[in-house]
């Protein structure tokens, strides 16, 4: 399949705009997408920009990132219901380095091929960009009327909770226009690309390029990510689902995967993988067999964690999951990192215990009946370990435990356990 059936056939197609097709069809063609650099992370909200401009440098084209640099210190009205604070350069510089480093896991930036992907910041064209030269160069040719009409002015204007709109945010449509002109002049980009609530810009853009230039100039969108309950795409209730590792652990993005619902992970395993649409045909149908099996989730989890982290995170944080429900041992507990670990153990009783009490050693009855409280008694207790239902770091343990220094992980916590489900964190202080 060429790009754009590839996208067709993946759902990742709202709208374009007549001639794009036939352009691509061409042969090599630029096309640039922009990055918000609000954090120093993406998010899995950018996820769908980045396989887009995957499949599209797998298709033989050439990706341009744009870092808004410039934009992100106005802030686009498209989609918000408020003005959003204003980044200072240090800061958009610190996350634009980190942000580069996340693409490259995807994209090819440094390859000598044509198409090698390339990434600038749009606060270089504009830092000079006197206000009288940008009104006359650019303003001059973009009517109120033309930009009073776009959905992103008029949304913002009709809102009855709206406090209106900044002239600032106003022209962010023609800001971003002319990125795609200096685009368009300076790498002969002829594309531009975006989520939905973006078409409005892009098209601002195109008509920028055609009334100053005479050229053409094409654009294309992708459906913004919905979720199934109605509930916001990438958003839990700790946040965001970061790329960065130590944002959002690998486990914890994982199982963020696995806990898609099945009308949802149909979904996303055609947007956010790159398996072939045979592959994907043939696990939809085996998961609409068998869905108690959650097979389709399964590989969506580990495909996407092996692309954002790699296969070893992705192994980890199979094991990590496994603790809970399946054979894990005193070892894979060892192994995974502190976040991850206290991740899997979110929201299970906690107790302290003073290092210099551990020091010494506590007899396994007085362990879970009088440190910590795990048992009511020390006859349940004993009742417990004869019934061998009680577990030290995965371990089963006999009366005859002590509980000591050696049972510490990451110097600072013991995990008891009370038959299969029942799990305890003892924190040493």
């Known amino acids: ?40 992370s993406l998010h899995i909200g950018h996820l769908v920009s980045v396989m887009m401009m995957k499949h599209f440098q797998m298709a033989g084209h050439k990706p341009i990132f744009i870092i808004g640099g410039a934009t992100g210190m106005i802030g686009d009205p498209s989609g918000k219901s408020q003005e959003r604070n204003l980044l200072d350069e240090e800061t958009i510089h610190r996350n634009m380095t980190a942000i580069k480093a996340q693409l490259s896991r995807f994209i090819d930036f440094n390859s000598s091929a044509s198409n090698a992907a390339i990434m ?28 009073m009409a776009k959905d992103s002015v008029k949304k913002r204007l009709s809102s009855e909770s709206a406090q209106g709109m900044s002239f600032t945010e106003f022209t962010y449509q023609l800001v971003q226009g002319y990125d795609f002109l200096y685009l368009r002049r300076n790498y002969n980009c002829l594309l531009q690309m975006g989520g939905s609530d973006q078409w409005g810009n892009i098209t601002t853009g195109g008509e920028l390029i055609r009334r100053k230039e005479g050229l053409e100039a094409y654009g294309l969108t992708w459906p913004l990510m919905t979720k199934s309950d109605g509930k916001k795409f990438g958003k839990t209730e700790s946040g965001n689902i970061w790329l960065d590792p130590s944002r959002t652990s690998p486990y914890q993005f994982y199982q963020f995967w696995l806990n898609t619902a099945d009308e949802d992970a149909e979904k996303y395993i055609k947007i956010f993988t790159l398996l072939p649409p045979a592959e994907i045909d043939a696990l939809i149908e085996e998961h609409r067999q068998v869905p108690h099996l959650r097979k389709l989730q399964k590989i969506l989890a580990k495909e996407i964690t092996c692309l954002i982290h790699g296969e070893e995170a992705y192994h980890l944080a199979l094991e990590a999951s496994q603790i809970l429900f399946g054979n894990a041992t005193s070892e894979t507990l060892r192994k995974i990192d ?80 009370s038959g299969k489900k029942n799990y305890y964190l003892i924190i040493v202080k």
């Open 338 to 417: 502190e976040s991850t670990f206290l991740s899997v153990f979110e929201g299970v009783p906690q107790f302290e215990l003073k290092a210099e009490e551990l020091a010494a050693g506590i007899p396994i009855i007085d362990f879970l009946a009088e440190k910590t409280g795990i048992m009511s008694s020390k006859g349940e207790a004993r009742r417990a370990l004869k019934a061998n239902s009680i577990s030290i770091n995965k371990e089963k343990v006999g009366e005859d435990t002590i509980v000591n220094e050696n049972c510490l992980i990451d110097q600072k916590y013991i995990l008891a356990q």
């Open 1 to 40: 399949m060429n790009f754009v059936d590839e996208l067709k056939w993946r759902g990742m197609i709202h709208d374009i705009m007549p001639g794009t097709e036939e352009q691509l069809a061409k042969g090599e063609t630029t096309a640039y997408v922009g990055i918000d650099p609000t954090a120093d």
């Open 120 to 147: 600038l910041n749009n606060y270089d064209w504009m830092k000079d960009f006197s206000f009288l030269d940008f009104i006359r160069e650019v303003g001059k040719h973009i009517t109120v009327n033309y930009m």
